[in-house]
């Protein structure tokens, strides 16, 4: 009864921290707030070009004075379109567009179809009138898309809370052309103005602007033979450009220049490219003139990458009150990384204007202040290279994860024949330890600049580490196989919990990781490394506990299992909601059966018990710090506060259909089937074995319960689905692998010396 009462009175002063830790947030002075703010959109230019490939004077001096960040644009899908990008502005919140209507914004007096007037086509669609500006054709549609997202977008987000804080509006934009030769298609809009989208209202009205052909010139030499007319946008920029106004400017030649690619050939669109960028700084430059430093803002972001590769687009950011260094926001909580949804909440921080609940996305705010801009560029620059050639590299390594298990299933199959060779168990031991060793491999190579050296240096470098840790394993267990296979679980632990607390240096830009053109996380564990930490933590806390006897061996696996839980949870370190959700209940029925207490119905309300205990505290840590740099934890119980329990079960409905989806997208799906055969073989086929590895290790079977929870809620309460499980079955595969050999009922295993495992495992190498 007293255990009850202290848990009960522990739980009411969690609820009690909760509710009065909230603070305030204190808001900057009113001198250092923006009265204006210029967005100029630089569409599908990517760091590494303004860094390296094309001259933008313009540009690079203002880069070299801004606060900037990579600026991942991934939206409901991670190929993101101009629309998809503009909208996600809009919304504060991943939205999409509808490719064949969402470039159709016109003013409102513009002929569209036959005798008939944009306005007039609008009120047929709307049933509102509309007498001036510029209004979107496609905002019906549009909206039907979203409602079918799971992402709860309130289109026009940016807009309203500009027209309720007395902010103007305005866009002034044109990628519009086509080909004389190529009919119009069904797919696509004829128009390219989705730049409108950024600041319409939810009613699909922006209240000034030009969108208009009367922007564009002739020019036979550029792409449609059109391009922007300079005179004429910096003249519709001015007649908008008034106290209290946020104007959107688009550098619609390198929407034209993009568009045009499938039409010229490889040399001739770098030139393409290369002068629609040097007029979009001509542009840039200006449109700066027209700009006070003292109480204006200027954004420069790029709202989509170019479609021939999904690259960091750039955001640079000048504000009153706001020093040159490396932006971060909440949602990242990286110096240098920047989601797209932030870019609203961004605008109207700089304004003063309170973020509308429904926006996802945070302000940003400077992080890292130090090394020069050329280094910060540098930096950016490099990252989003890693990027690109981590993303080459995720489908190999998942790839060679799933093979690896497979082979060590039909080797397991093969060699415990009577008839098969000795020494080919003794490779299947080896090699085990090896593919042991090879998701660890996958981070340690991220210690070295291999996405400067290419494929084959990289695999090499893969493959040489996991057979250098395959010998290691073997060397520490020459005395007891347990040992070895221990070090093989721990060494992933400690790796990736070090990892974690230093910032992730290893799993930023990591095949089994994440990156920040992926823009899942950007600290804390990936899901991939959690489920290897996951995996290798509840099968390593019984063998430790074994490992070192008694009282105390068992403590100290609770032990591991604790230190996990608080890495994985803190909000300092990441708050991986989902990690925490499935980790507690399945460390915590680990941890009862460890030190011998009886399961019952108690035993499930404790393991509940904890779990809210749990999510509580670390809930109240995360609310305890300032709004802007809270966590998934903080962020979604100020949505459903805000907005009701609606917005957590949009979040619950999300992840069960990416899960589902995994299931019939991700190669990690084909690790069940190999799970499952191993399992069956081993249960129908060779049950003494099975026994044999229980007697040899007590509590294994503690781990495997552990495992199998585990991996059922991982999978449930991550949105990386099937990918769950097929990480921890690659863990639990070459264990059984290992163990399979070193306690063989038909001959004990004679111990294998150093030199022995090192031959064996170098071979493999």
């Given at each position: 009864?007293?255990?009850?009462?202290?848990?009960?009175?522990?739980?009411?002063?969690?609820?009690?921290?909760?509710?009065?830790?909230?603070?305030?947030?204190?808001?900057?002075?009113?001198?250092?707030?923006?009265?204006?703010?210029?967005?100029?959109?630089?569409?599908?230019?990517?760091?590494?070009?303004?860094?390296?490939?094309?001259?933008?004077?313009?540009?690079?001096?203002?880069?070299?004075?801004?606060?900037?960040?990579?600026?991942?644009?991934?939206?409901?899908?991670?190929?993101?379109?101009?629309?998809?990008?503009?909208?996600?502005?809009?919304?504060?919140?991943?939205?999409?567009?509808?490719?064949?209507?969402?470039?159709?914004?016109?003013?409102?007096?513009?002929?569209?179809?036959?005798?008939?007037?944009?306005?007039?086509?609008?009120?047929?669609?709307?049933?509102?009138?509309?007498?001036?500006?510029?209004?979107?054709?496609?905002?019906?549609?549009?909206?039907?898309?979203?409602?079918?997202?799971?992402?709860?977008?309130?289109?026009?987000?940016?807009?309203?809370?500009?027209?309720?804080?007395?902010?103007?509006?305005?866009?002034?934009?044109?990628?519009?052309?086509?080909?004389?030769?190529?009919p119009p298609s069904p797919t696509t809009s004829v128009y390219h103005r989705q730049a409108a989208l950024s600041l319409i209202d939810a009613r699909g009205r922006l209240p000034a602007g030009k969108v208009d052909d009367e922007l564009l010139e002739r020019a036979p030499d550029w792409p449609y033979g059109v391009r922007l007319d300079l005179d004429?946008?910096?003249?519709?920029?001015?007649?908008?450009?008034?106290?209290?106004?946020?104007?959107?400017?688009?550098?619609?030649?390198?929407?034209?220049?993009?568009?045009?690619?499938?039409?010229?050939?490889?040399?001739?669109?770098?030139?393409?490219?290369?002068?629609?960028?040097?007029?979009?700084?001509?542009?840039?430059?200006?449109?700066?003139?027209?700009?006070?430093?003292?109480?204006?803002?200027?954004?420069?972001?790029?709202?989509?990458?170019?479609?021939?590769?999904?690259?960091?687009?750039?955001?640079?950011?000048?504000?009153?009150?706001?020093?040159?260094?490396?932006?971060?926001?909440?949602?990242?909580?990286?110096?240098?990384?920047?989601?797209?949804?932030?870019?609203?909440?961004?605008?109207?921080?700089?304004?003063?204007?309170?973020?509308?609940?429904?926006?996802?996305?945070?302000?940003?705010?400077?992080?890292?202040?130090?090394?020069?801009?050329?280094?910060?560029?540098?930096?950016?620059?490099?990252?989003?290279?890693?990027?690109?050639?981590?993303?080459?590299?995720?489908?190999?390594?998942?790839?060679?994860?799933?093979?690896?298990?497979?082979?060590?299933?039909?080797?397991?199959?093969?060699?415990?024949?009577?008839?098969?060779?000795?020494?080919?168990?003794?490779?299947?031991?080896?090699?085990?330890?090896?593919?042991?060793?090879?998701?660890?491999?996958?981070?340690?190579?991220?210690?070295?600049?291999?996405?400067?050296?290419?494929?084959?240096?990289?695999?090499?470098?893969?493959?040489?580490?996991?057979?250098?840790?395959?010998?290691?394993?073997?060397?520490?267990?020459?005395?007891?196989?347990?040992?070895?296979?221990?070090?093989?679980?721990?060494?992933?632990?400690?790796?990736?919990?070090?990892?974690?607390?230093?910032?992730?240096?290893?799993?930023?830009?990591?095949?089994?990781?994440?990156?920040?053109?992926?823009?899942?996380?950007?600290?804390?564990?990936?899901?991939?490394?959690?489920?290897?930490?996951?995996?290798?933590?509840?099968?390593?806390?019984?063998?430790?506990?074994?490992?070192?006897?008694?009282?105390?061996?068992?403590?100290?696996?609770?032990?591991?299992?604790?230190?996990?839980?608080?890495?994985?949870?803190?909000?300092?370190?990441?708050?991986?909601?989902?990690?925490?959700?499935?980790?507690?209940?399945?460390?915590?029925?680990?941890?009862?059966?460890?030190?011998?207490?009886?399961?019952?119905?108690?035993?499930?309300?404790?393991?509940?018990?904890?779990?809210?205990?749990?999510?509580?505290?670390?809930?109240?840590?995360?609310?305890?710090?300032?709004?802007?740099?809270?966590?998934?934890?903080?962020?979604?119980?100020?949505?459903?506060?805000?907005?009701?329990?609606?917005?957590?079960?949009?979040?619950?409905?999300?992840?069960?259909?990416?899960?589902?989806?995994?299931?019939?997208?991700?190669?990690?799906?084909?690790?069940?089937?190999?799970?499952?055969?191993?399992?069956?073989?081993?249960?129908?086929?060779?049950?003494?074995?099975?026994?044999?590895?229980?007697?040899?290790?007590?509590?294994?079977?503690?781990?495997?319960?552990?495992?199998?929870?585990?991996?059922?809620?991982?999978?449930?309460?991550?949105?990386?689905?099937?990918?769950?499980?097929?990480?921890?079955?690659?863990?639990?595969?070459?264990?059984?692998?290992?163990?399979?050999?070193?306690?063989?009922?038909?001959?004990?295993?004679?111990?294998?010396?150093?030199?022995?495992?090192?031959?064996?495992?170098?071979?493999?190498?």
């Amino acid at each position: 009864m007293k255990r009850w009462s202290g848990a009960t009175l522990a739980a009411v002063a969690l609820v009690a921290v909760v509710v009065t830790a909230r603070p305030t947030a204190a808001g900057a002075g009113e001198s250092d707030r923006a009265r204006r703010v210029l967005v100029f959109s630089l569409p599908f230019v990517s760091w590494e070009e303004l860094q390296d490939t094309y001259d933008a004077p313009n540009l690079e001096r203002f880069l070299h004075e801004a606060a900037i960040a990579g600026l991942t644009t991934r939206s409901e899908r991670r190929a993101t379109k101009l629309a998809d990008g503009y909208l996600t502005i809009s919304a504060g919140t991943r939205a999409m567009g509808d490719p064949p209507t969402d470039g159709d914004a016109f003013g409102v007096d513009e002929p569209f179809g036959r005798d008939t007037t944009a306005g007039e086509v609008f009120f047929q669609r709307t049933g509102r009138r509309v007498s001036s500006g510029i209004v979107s054709l496609a905002l019906p549609r549009v909206a039907d898309v979203n409602r079918r997202l799971l992402y709860d977008a309130e289109l026009g987000a940016l807009g309203i809370a500009l027209r309720d804080a007395g902010v103007d509006r305005a866009v002034v934009a044109n990628a519009d052309g086509r080909q004389p030769d190529t009919p119009p298609s069904p797919t696509t809009s004829v128009y390219h103005r989705q730049a409108a989208l950024s600041l319409i209202d939810a009613r699909g009205r922006l209240p000034a602007g030009k969108v208009d052909d009367e922007l564009l010139e002739r020019a036979p030499d550029w792409p449609y033979g059109v391009r922007l007319d300079l005179d004429a946008v910096e003249q519709a920029f001015t007649d908008v450009w008034r106290d209290r106004s946020v104007v959107l400017v688009e550098a619609s030649d390198l929407v034209r220049a993009d568009q045009y690619r499938g039409y010229s050939s490889p040399s001739r669109r770098e030139v393409l490219t290369g002068q629609a960028l040097h007029r979009a700084d001509r542009l840039f430059g200006r449109l700066l003139e027209h700009i006070d430093p003292e109480r204006d803002a200027v954004f420069v972001v790029g709202p989509a990458h170019a479609a021939r590769q999904i690259t960091l687009a750039v955001l640079a950011v000048k504000a009153p009150g706001m020093e040159p260094g490396l932006l971060r926001s909440a949602t990242t909580r990286r110096s240098g990384f920047v989601q797209l949804i932030d870019v609203a909440p961004s605008i109207l921080d700089v304004l003063g204007i309170e973020r509308p609940s429904s926006m996802e996305g945070r302000p940003v705010e400077v992080g890292d202040t130090g090394g020069s801009a050329a280094d910060r560029r540098e930096m950016i620059t490099d990252a989003d290279l890693a990027a690109q050639f981590r993303d080459m590299r995720v489908g190999e390594i998942q790839t060679a994860s799933v093979l690896f298990a497979a082979a060590l299933a039909v080797w397991a199959f093969f060699v415990f024949r009577r008839s098969v060779a000795r020494r080919w168990r003794d490779w299947l031991a080896a090699a085990a330890l090896c593919v042991l060793g090879f998701a660890p491999a996958t981070f340690l190579v991220r210690a070295l600049p291999v996405h400067d050296w290419g494929f084959v240096p990289y695999w090499i470098l893969v493959v040489a580490i996991s057979g250098a840790l395959g010998a290691l394993y073997h060397r520490i267990g020459r005395e007891r196989f347990v040992d070895g296979l221990l070090a093989a679980l721990l060494v992933p632990v400690a790796l990736l919990c070090i990892d974690v607390v230093l910032g992730t240096p290893l799993q930023f830009n990591s095949a089994l990781g994440y990156s920040p053109t992926v823009a899942g996380r950007f600290v804390g564990f990936s899901n991939p490394a959690y489920a290897l930490v996951a995996a290798s933590t509840v099968l390593a806390a019984p063998l430790l506990a074994h490992r070192i006897g008694g009282q105390r061996g068992k403590w100290c696996g609770v032990g591991l299992l604790a230190i996990v839980i608080v890495v994985d949870g803190a909000p300092f370190w990441g708050s991986d909601v989902g990690g925490i959700l499935s980790m507690v209940p399945a460390f915590g029925v680990t941890a009862f059966l460890l030190l011998g207490w009886r399961l019952r119905w108690q035993t499930v309300v404790w393991c509940v018990l904890a779990l809210v205990l749990a999510i509580i505290g670390f809930t109240a840590l995360d609310l305890s710090r300032p709004s802007e740099r809270r966590t998934h934890l903080g962020r979604l119980v100020e949505q459903v506060e805000d907005n009701g329990l609606r917005d957590f079960v949009l979040v619950v409905q999300r992840k069960l259909a990416d899960n589902l989806g995994t299931l019939r997208g991700s190669v990690w799906a084909f690790m069940l089937p190999i799970g499952l055969a191993l399992g069956l073989w081993l249960v129908l086929r060779a049950p003494h074995r099975l026994r044999a590895m229980r007697d040899a290790v007590p509590g294994l079977q503690i781990g495997g319960i552990g495992l199998a929870i585990v991996a059922l809620l991982g999978w449930a309460l991550n949105d990386s689905g099937v990918a769950i499980p097929g990480v921890m079955l690659t863990v639990a595969i070459a264990s059984c692998a290992f163990l399979l050999v070193r306690t063989d009922p038909d001959r004990a295993a004679p111990p294998v010396d150093a030199a022995t495992a090192l031959d064996q495992a170098g071979a493999l190498a």
